[in-house]
């Protein structure tokens, strides 16, 4: 087969740019440990949820120092918490998100940022993200979940440790 | 009568009833897209807030579905088997083996269309008790009425006879020119095909065994991850699907518009191959952010996705060096200078070159989108739609409008009512884009999700990014519209041309390739090798994760609900009684998965 001499470069420029690729993605896992959503976050029975000790609560919980863990309901349509009271947690920390639904497919993105993460009922997500500078986030749902898909947002605020400390001061579950 | 002796016969002289079909399939075509850009311009006043009078929020859904269907499953389905049908036939240089099979998959298509879109359509009204608000991807446990999966199977089916027709005809002209290379559109349209039913046995099998009968209450529960997975391993190979026209337009026409001929007829054959082996393997790159199928089959499809680039990096070399041959042909000379040679006043070309450009642009979007881990940033915002508006949208969508301007005169003996309509159309639909998808690619980085009626939110403010969320709507509102009239145009101009009188002469024959397909090495139409190979990849890339899903959740589900239900009263009881049966099937197949873990 003839190939001409400039096609055989522009073949080995184009491997060479996929080789690229695949090497970006791969030190983006294994040099900064950038972690994927994967199925770490096990299944659980959609219909009860108010049986599983993580979701019939759902909640912020601080598990370590400066680790804390979020479990979050995405429903039709609406995250809880997050819609009715925003999801606190406090600067320079480590949150991981736990997050299922009870009815439909659903999307949990923290607006502007690389927190994101479909939500599937009978699964349960894991993200771990670093909380850094006290800053006010949006949530959004970016899956289409029905006709009030629109609806459904919610807030995450992240604050300074003193406003974190006075606001859990009442009891380590408020 | 002596100077029309003296013409070359166009497709529809020598092939009538061929011709007629490749028509009515172009109409069909057609007919979808004056509908879906209907419905693209209402949906785009809506969500960016210019025109929210016409349709309710809720109903932005139901218009997103039909925008969605409409065009990626009528409007490039029924382009293909047109365009395909006219490239088997010219290329054979004889006719169909049994034409009235070749009207009974136009009818099946048609028929299954009809099907779909009445659900989708019925939901805009409350007399009718049907709706099918679930968009294109219908991931379950969104339901929609049985019509809309019936519909699909039915024009899926359509589209198998289709491929079968093609396959028959070239087996018949096997017979009697058995030492004859494939010729390259006959090869371009079977690779195609044999793709098609490799990518759409999970849908089938989808919608036979799962969403068709749980629609009807013959099952009452799903598995939302595995249906996900078989609609992402039909997902991405179907764009390929509405890509590979445009491919074959690009390889084995715009070379000749151009003024030259193909570069090279073995590299055109290569990266159909490429097209074939790759294309479905990747499907789980659209799954990257699901909970429920693990990291490291996420990275072997990341890495599969990532060669799927070569074949389209091979073809923006060999488009361009035919271009740049039939430049030199026309007396243009320079490094740059060949470029002002070329025939920009023919609609055909210009529009082919333009949707060429915006493919290239469209990659590197691409390329975003297949990177695993930045992907975290647009997955699901306005920056995917803004990508594959340039894809499908421009690539596949302009290509299809600048090739009917050279085709239709050839199948019809009409020529184009207006040649400078046709150009001005063609710009007029780049520019549009250009506005409307830039404008969505920044609107995504700044989070702004996709697929909603209402992008703004009460709680919260986006954060600034190269221009402020308004004024992005703006422009995505002008691109839109520029758009819609683009349509328009194209449209008025295809009926206009129909109303010409025939006239003879319009043949335009296509030149062989520069380096022919003597230089192929013959292993290249072996299709039997590359079907073997193409199953195997796409064994090793799902096996173990289809496994591992039905393993976690089960083959009917792990336990969800039905939103909304569209189960008849009479359905139920039958349901009752075929229920158990069904979790037998669900018992017994549970050991199976284990096993295979």
Redesign the interface.
Known sequence: ????A??KL??AL??V??LL??G??TY??VGPG??????S?G??????LDEDDRFADPRVEQVGENSYEVYVVAF?YGFDPGTIDPIVVPENSEVTFYITSP???H?F?V????????????????ITVEANEPR???I????????????M???MEVVTEEEYAELTEGGEDA | MSAELETEPTFVDKFPQEAKVVRAAFLGSFLALTLGAAFGIVQTLHRTDILRGLIS??E??TV?TAHGVFLVISFTIFFLVGLFTWAVVRSLDRPVVDIRITWTWYLLMSAGITMTGIAILAGFTDRLDMSA?V?FTF?A??QAHPLFYAGLVVFIIGTWLAGADWFRTWLAWREENPNERIPLQTFMVLTTMIMWYIATSAIAASVLVFLLPWSLGLIEQI???LT?TLFWFFGHPVVYFWLMPAYLLWYTVLPKIAGGRL??D??ARVVFVLFLLLSTPVGIHH?????????GF??IS??NT??L??PS??TA??VV?SVEYGARQRGGTGLFGWLTSLPWRDPAFTGMMLAGLMFAAGGFSG?VN?????N??I???MWVPGHFHLTVGTAVALTFMAGTYWIWPQISNKPIYSKAIGLFQVVLWFIGMALMSNAMHAQGL??V???????E???????IGFGGVEELNVQIAIGGTLLFVSTILFIGNVVLTMGNPKVSGLAEPLPPAL?GPE???KVLDNLRLWVGIAIVLVVLAYALPLA?IID??GLF?????T?PQWIGAPLVAFADAVAPIAGAIADAATPVSGVIR
């Open positions: 087969m003839h190939i001409h400039y096609e522009w073949l184009s491997i740019l996929i690729l695949i970006s993605v983006g896992a950038i972690a994927m959503v994967s199925d976050g299944q659980i029975d959609a219909t009860a039709q009815d439909v497919i999307g993105e607006v502007g940022t690389n927190a994101n993460t479909m939500v599937v009922p009978g699964e349960v997500a894991e006010e986030y949006g959004v749902c970016n899956e289409y979940c029905g006709a009030g898909h629109h609806d947002e919610g807030t | 929020s809720g932005y859904y997103l608000d968009l991931y446990p969104l598995n939302p991850t996900r570069f090279s073995p590299l799954q990257y952010l699901d909970p429920g199928i693990a990291e996420k990275f990341m890495t990532m060669f680039l070569l990096l091979l070399f060999t060096a390329m297949a990177g695993l881990n930045i975290y940033m997955h699901n915002t700044l989070g999700p996709r697929r909603t009626a209402e992008p939110y009460s709680g919260f403010d986006y954060p380096s230089d192929a090495p591992a976690n959740g589900g792990p336990g969800v609900g939103y």
